[in-house]
Antibody, heavy 123, light 109 residues
Framework: EVQLVESGGGLVKPGGSLRLSCAAS????????MGWVRQAPGKGLEWVGR??????????DFAAPVKGRFTISRDDSKNMMYLHMNSLKTEDTGVYYC??????????????WGQGALVTVSS | QAVVTQEPSLTVSPGGTVTLTCGSS?????????PYWFQQRPDQAPRTLIY???NKHSWTPARFSGSLLGGKAALTLSGAQPEDEAEYYC?????????FGGGTKLTVL
């Protein structure tokens, strides 16, 4: 069974930084593409970014609102993915979901979802 | 950035059929947009119902189906159940950049 567990959420001031973690299990992590989706309070879903498997280059892609401020990394030895958020703005407030395609392989990132971690950016 | 449009709200009777649509500001939606559909019940994480236009996961109820219809992606629910009351989101891919629609609030009443 695929499991994704986010952690690291919390309250941070505008301009600050925060790192979210995603612990993954139930699939072959090093072959999987991983991603992040967020949801502002009472709003819809917004794609944040994704990271390819190391086999496929380990490169990352981001949505325009976070490009240059957010980075994604992965530690295949620990089955972990991270979202590093810098220069945070109030509009970055929301629940951040870890996603993956699991054993579906490349290009698949949105098949499985974690329960989410709340990030609040406020002074 | 492209804008993906969905009906803000729809209502279906129990046992009835309803079609939700997903349009693109750039023109007709095609299979190359790899449409996805997600269901989100209140206070729950989203779950993926449909991927690549019409493919279902093992957990997708058979009453849901995906298609392309009139230049849009479509999610059809045939035989609505009370538990289908939820928010439904579509997503389209634009050369690797993913954009969600604003969501459709489906009421089963």
């Amino acid at each position: 069974e695929v499991q994704l567990v986010e952690s690291g959420g919390g309250l941070v001031k505008p301009g600050g930084s925060l790192r979210l973690s995603c612990a993954a299990s139930g699939f072959t992590f090093n072959n999987a593409w991983m991603g992040w989706v967020r949801q502002a309070p009472g709003k819809g879903l917004e794609w944040v970014g994704r990271i390819k498997s190391e086999t496929d280059g380990g490169t990352t892609d981001f949505a325009a609102p976070v490009k240059g401020r957010f980075t994604i990394s992965r530690d295949d030895s620990k089955n972990m993915m991270y979202l590093h958020m810098n220069s945070l703005k109030t509009e970055d407030t929301g629940v951040y979901y870890c996603t993956t395609g699991g054993n579906w392989g490349r290009y698949r990132v949105l098949d499985y979802w974690g329960q989410g971690a709340l990030v609040t950016v406020s002074s | 950035q492209a804008v993906v449009t969905q009906e803000p709200s729809l209502t279906v009777s129990p046992g009835g059929t309803v079609t939700l649509t997903c349009g693109s500001s750039t023109g007709a939606v095609t299979s190359r947009h790899y449409p996805y559909w997600f269901q989100q019940r209140p206070d729950q994480a989203p779950r993926t119902l449909i991927y690549d236009t019409a493919n279902k996961h093992s957990w997708t109820p058979a009453r849901f189906s995906g298609s392309l219809l009139g230049g849009k992606a479509a999610l059809t629910l045939s035989g609505a159940q009370p538990e289908d009351e939820a928010e439904y989101y579509c997503l389209l891919s634009y050369s690797g950049a993913w954009v969600f629609g604003g969501g459709t609030k489906l009421t089963v009443l």
